[in-house]
């Protein structure tokens, strides 16, 4: 035991690993589930960034400007091109709206004349899937305008308005799909998501750094003077391995437990149970590839560089950053030959139940043991290089 | 003419005294050796003399002229081998000898010639291409002295040039030197190998706690101590009552007994040798071997030093190596 | 001093470090970022979503509706237009739910015996963008048979009259009342060369590491090298310029070399002006000077904290320019328009807000004023190091 003693004690100086790589990205990875804000039980439409400039001041365009205001968030912005250029640049909002003066009047007399409306102008953002609804939702409420102002051809500006704010209130039943359990809450994924990065580059990082020193030329023949058979080394060696593995993904487990305790109380434990399951699998890669690491004896500052360059790969092709559904099929030809995609495919199913059966666990934990696979394949060119090392000294 | 005056220098780092009323006089063409346990002050010493440290009091010339951290024509005539390994890891061997030279000397051409004679000189022709790391620590050092001696200053300082060196290296880089003094350099030495400042130093300085403590040639310096000549004498079997006698011997400093060997120290004087002898015949002990030897510069580098360790306490000495 | 300079870049570029993460990083964030949004770019515009029927009687009776949903999956008029639908059919109402809980379909829409439409949307993604714009959709048809309803109760007599029924029809389903997208930026926008600049404001601050290490090298007591070079016949303010001007080289180079990759393989245009781009990258990299001389010269710092200063000083500037995804860039606006002294003190972001305003804008004012910021802070980094190296000279151990 006293090896590992050593590796514990060794791996326990680089506590400040634990805290950037592990609580950090914890941190991380809470503050992008937050930015898809609480998960409601009830539908609501999507409301996105908008700006209105109305340089028409008119019935109509005020109309409009409050329907729009209705569906969307405002922003504020100036009606000056540099402003706009900002705007659109920088994305302040998904969509502006600038209703040029004179629209309203002229919308009526086109309407009434049959003639094409003057065009409305927009800037769209490149978030453009929100910046389409709006168009849609804008060219909805104006074309309703036109035809109303076309077929009541005496009625005034104020009273077409009228007519089309009073329909507003129609529309289609929107119905949230009734479960007999949620599944995992979305945020707590994209954490778990992020948790990719500490499991697999965590691990990594603080395995290659912390044992460094047992892996240096000089304490390898120290400790082979020594009456440690070299079976019990490389035993004790795995175990401290083990036990970083188990200190960060316990750590991670715990943080976004205590994150998300209450979105997670209304979810079957199960489920939960099971995420810890994939994120324990996971970390097993994480230790085999900081196994792998601390074999080939790579220079300390280079294990930052490899851990965090393979941990962002990783991520990415687990779909972390951008959804694995807006990937190329190249990419994801690709993404099969990392771990991140299974584990992250079961993650998604964990979301999507709606019930703990038999059939889920199977697959959930099938997914699982094609990451610890990767972890065997990882961990086992780690003995290999690690025998031939030894068979070259 | 002095090429180094240091007078009254004084240097504290807070409350310690670093160097104390420090005076020290190196004459063209010598090899100067100072000695002196670890935190005495050596390190500090040739910091300020090469202007590297400010320091509190007194002055420093070299080559006759006050030296000042400007003196940039004082400097072009100095080499140093600090006692850390002070190289690039990330250039060759060739490269790390050209990059300090070309502190000194702009000419390409003449650096070239150069680069090659300072390679030549330590030996590591087969290694120029070689970067630091893949260096044995021989190699090392030799390239750390190319690295300071390539420019051919006439003054070089030498920090502890052979720590963790082997034997053939070290008599290498010893003769290296004093090669460079008969090419006409003068040189001051620090190291703690008595048997090297011996071998190469033709003048000697002892320093303690930031003093000198006692200067001069090997044999002035062996002179100033109460030992004379060491007698040891083997014998088979040596009764408790024989060595009490050559204890009580007039001459005698010390006397033990361990090994089947007899080591009596006397002491300054003509030899004592019969006289232990005599006592030895008196209690029937025949001696197997008998032979005397001159006190080492180590018994008194000891003796003015005092038998404490060492190397607690602030200093500028930092341990050798890395 | 030239052969200074030459020494100091060829030992900096023999470090893995510098090589890895200030000439190798930026380039593999590229690709990733390429490859990320390859998908993403092609589907941005020409997006289809995919809504569930429940094809039942309801379905067939709702003509209307049903031909209007239809034109949009197949529509007739262009051939190489992406539709905006793609039906997928299901034959009852648990059938589509199946299909919208597996995420087969992104919402679906079942008409019950009495006439009403429902969309049936998954708990798990509820309140998509694609799920409101087949809502507005629907909207749009149900509201348009309601004003056609008010407007016969409010004009019975006009209402009689088909031909006027069929113009209502027509001009409500019609596209008379268009919008016109301005565009009033030099091209199109992207999320994506956002990432891309901020990936220059990431290297300028990472590649303050090489001056650092190259100032410490020069310096008295900061390394063993740097006391050694002090002893030598150069002075230390020339040994201090040969550092700088070989960490300006380098670190311009560096980014030269992320922006010529952006330009020639990621086809980041910089809005046609990347004869500019090197005024930006020539700011950056002295900023990026003058932070390593900074950075370098604080007192009593050992070599893994500067280290460990300047890796914490990378995350935590480039995250307000938007490198770390859509979530940065969120914070990155709000700052912008909340605190913008901070933004304007940001290297990172100032160098992603030259690129931008390259790109972006007719005027070059605004990139002038970011690369003016720029020198303003390297001048104000610089003359804090300066301070702090003139305290510290000749004292050493």
Redesign the interface.
Known sequence: MSVLKIAVRLVAEHRVLFAVYVLLFSVVGSFAAGSLGPVSTTYEAVRPGVAIIDRDESAVSRALASHIAAVSELVEIEDSTRALQEAAAKNYADYVLVIPAGYGEELVAAARAGLDAPDLECVVSYTSANGSLMDERVRGYAQELYAIAAASPAAHAEDLVKLVDASQDTGVAVEIIDTETPGLPVTYLVYCQFALYALFGGVAAIVGIGLADLRTPEVRQRIGATPVPSAAFDTQIAGAIALCGIAVWSINAVVGIALYADELACVPVALTALMLVILFALMLVGMAFGFLIWQLGVRRELVHAIANISAIIISFLAGTWVPLANMSAEVLAVARFAPGLWAVSAMEMLVRATSVTGELVTSVLGHAGIVVLFALAIAAAGLAVGRARRAIA | MAIVSVRQLVKR?GDLVALDHFDLTVERGEVFGLLGPNGCGKT?AI?CM?????YDKGTIELFGEPMG??R??L??R?G?V?Q?????N??TVE?NI???C???V?D?TR?RTLVDRAIAFVGLGDFRRFRPQKLSGGLLRRLNIA??IAHEPELIFFDEPTVAVDPQSRNAILSGILALVDAGATVVYTSHYMEEVEQICGRIMIMDRGRAVAEGTVGELKGMIGIGEKIVVEVTDLPEAALDAVRYLPATVSASYRGRELHVACAQGESHLAAVLEVLASFGVAPVRVYSEPPTLNDVFLEITGNELRDHGAG?ERPAGR | MLTQIYYNIRMTLRSTGVVIWCFAFPLIMATIFMTMFAGMQSNQSTHTIKLGVVEDTGWQDATGLRTLLEELAYPSDAEDEVPLLALTGYADRAAAEAGVRAGAVDTALVIDANGTEHLLVAPSDAGSTDQAIVQTILDRYLQGEELAGALAKHDPAARANAEARAALAENLSGEQAATAELSVLREPPSELSRFYYALLGYSCIMCSTIAQTLIDRTRIAATPEGSRRQVGALSPARQLAAALVASWLIVMTSMMLAVAYFYVVAGISFGGRVWLTPVACGACALVSCALGAFVGALPGTQAGVKDALITIATLALSLPAGLFGTPALEVANWLSQHMPLAQLLNPAVQATEAMLSLTFYDSLAPFASACGALLAIAALLGAGALIFMRRQRYVCA
Do not use: H, W
């Not at chain 2, 090469?50 to 400010?54: G, I």
């Not at chain 2, 850390?84 to 690039?88: D, E, I, N, S, T």
């Open positions: 780092y500090t910091n090469l202007s590297l440290l400010t951290p400007a940039y024509d400097k072009r100095i140093i600090p850390q390994v002070a190289v690039f990330e250039l490269e050209d990059a300090f070309s502190l000194y702009a390409r650096r690295c300071g500028d």
